[in-house]
């Protein structure tokens, strides 16, 4: 069975400039979040799909950041106009469970983005 | 505020010791903690989930714990081999108002296990 998988690996683009980041989540999970890390710091929860509703968003950063979960499978996050504070390496991940019981999160090997 | 505190720095053992790990948090309520190892360009992997009533878990060489009045959970490798020289991550498992999974990491600790 494919795990997470995400594109690109990496990314290099203008301060201005758009990007798209891509998640296909594992068959079947209905459960989609998004987490970036940037150099040094921890890696921090950006938001949360349920199917195509987005359940939680509360860490996105600001709205040059656009998350969608077309028809409830992958997931697509835009920059745009990217920014040099943006750099960093965006994970994805999904899991089966969400509610009120828990399950281990599968990860994507994350897009690293680099804004110059 | 709240906060996840690991070891900020390196930890670096001998083959064959048993490393130990440490995971602290304040203002939080966690039903569940993780612990994910990640190696350098790779996504965490997931390794052990604990629950709040248990106190201990484990899972071949690896032993968690979970004192949740002292809020700390302890990881440890067991005759620690090379091959697991990674960085560990800690991550609290919480509901959010729409009751939802919310999991939470920490900075983590790279763990160099010499040979």
């Known amino acids: 069975e494919a795990g997470v998988t995400q594109f690109p690996s990496h990314s290099v683009i203008e301060k201005g400039q758009t990007v798209t980041l891509r998640c296909d989540p594992i068959s079947g999970h209905d459960n989609l979040y998004w987490y970036r890390r940037v150099m040094g710091k921890e890696i921090k929860f950006l938001l949360h799909f349920v199917k195509e509703s987005k359940q939680d968003e509360s860490g996105m950063p600001n709205n040059r950041f656009l998350a969608e979960r077309t028809g409830g499978t992958y997931s697509t996050l835009k920059v745009q106009p990217a920014e040099l504070e943006d750099s960093g390496v965006y994970f994805c991940?999904?899991?089966?469970?969400?509610?009120?019981?828990?399950?281990?999160?599968?990860f994507g090997e994350g897009s690293r983005l680099t804004v110059l | 505020s709240q906060k996840i505190e690991q070891n900020s720095e390196a930890l670096n053992i001998q083959e064959g010791k048993t490393a130990t790990l440490t995971c602290n948090y304040t203002n939080y309520s966690p039903a569940y903690l993780q612990w994910y190892r990640q190696d350098p360009g790779r996504g965490p992997v997931f390794l052990l989930l604990i629950r709040e009533n248990e106190k201990e878990k484990r899972k071949e060489r690896l032993k968690v714990t979970f004192d949740t009045t002292l809020k700390q959970s302890l990881f440890h490798i067991t005759a620690s081999q090379p091959a697991d020289s990674a960085t560990y991550l800690c991550a609290l498992d919480t509901l959010n108002s729409g009751g939802y999974q919310k999991v939470t990491f920490g900075t983590g600790t790279k763990l160099q296990v010499i040979p």
């Open positions: 991940a999904s899991s089966q469970y969400g509610g009120p019981t828990t399950g281990e999160l599968f």
